[in-house]
């Protein structure tokens, strides 16, 4: 069954550095989005992408966050300037269709992301 | 905007018994719901999802849940567990139209012992 997935699995930065984290998601999908889930704490919305656009974001998602499908395949997160409150693990999802569609979001496994 | 509330942080089960993790959501329009279960190190897997027409929907896995309205719910159930049902199940929504941005509960830890 085709997977989406995420690299690294684990990347540690320092703090005020920038990092990428990459995803390639199924390679039908349409939709892709990224969440995140603090340690402890639920799962958060932070963006969602279509058609090479962002088409929703969250509060979480300010201007240290960027994402881009740079290529046929892969979509990354970029944090310019990272904060100890961005440790999380970072999961992407994609999804084929939205809306109306029966499609459910298919997710990676996850970069765990620790700022020091 | 849609939130869910998942009571439960923890749910401690015997090999074989029956189980109900309990989601309730909250929602000025109709929504979908969905259950995703995650594995130790693994990403978020769906478990069954309910989108209309019958309120009892069965997922993968031998797991089903029931959509009461009247009561905003959303439970999950099994009716006999194995050790490899170990892990942490979230009960999500998300608008049935638009983008589908999930809107997710804070999870149950079911630990299921022998």
């Known amino acids: 069954e085709p997977e989406v997935t995420q690299t690294p699995s684990h990347q540690v930065t320092q703090m005020g550095q920038e990092v990428i984290l990459r995803c390639v998601p199924i390679s039908n999908h349409l939709y892709f989005y990224w969440y995140r889930q603090i340690l402890g704490q639920k799962v958060e919305f932070l963006v969602s992408f279509y058609n090479n656009e962002i088409s929703e974001k969250s509060e979480i998602f300010d201007d240290q966050f960027s994402v881009e499908r740079p290529d046929g395949s892969n979509f990354t997160l970029k944090i310019r300037s990272t904060k100890l409150e961005d440790s999380a693990m970072y999961f992407c999802?994609?999804?084929?269709?939205?809306?109306?569609?029966?499609?459910?979001?298919?997710f990676g496994d996850g970069t765990r992301l620790s700022i020091l | 905007a849609q939130s869910v509330t998942q009571l439960d942080s923890q749910v401690p089960v015997f090999e074989e018994a029956p189980v109900e993790l309990r989601c309730n959501y909250s929602s000025s329009v109709s929504v979908y719901l969905f259950w995703y279960v995650q594995y130790p190190n693994q990403g978020l897997q769906l478990l069954l999802k309910y989108l209309s027409g019958s309120t009892l929907v069965k997922g993968i896995n031998g797991f089903e849940a029931e959509f009461n309205k009247s009561q905003t719910s959303f439970h999950l159930r099994k009716p006999s567990v194995h050790i490899s049902d170990t892990a942490e199940y979230f009960c999500?929504?998300?608008?049935?139209?638009?983008?589908?941005?999930?809107?997710f509960g804070t999870g149950t830890r079911l630990l299921v012992s022998p």
């Open positions: 999500a929504v998300s608008r049935p139209t638009g983008f589908q941005k999930l809107v």
């Open positions: 999802a994609s999804s084929e269709t939205s809306g109306y569609s029966n499609q459910p979001q298919h």
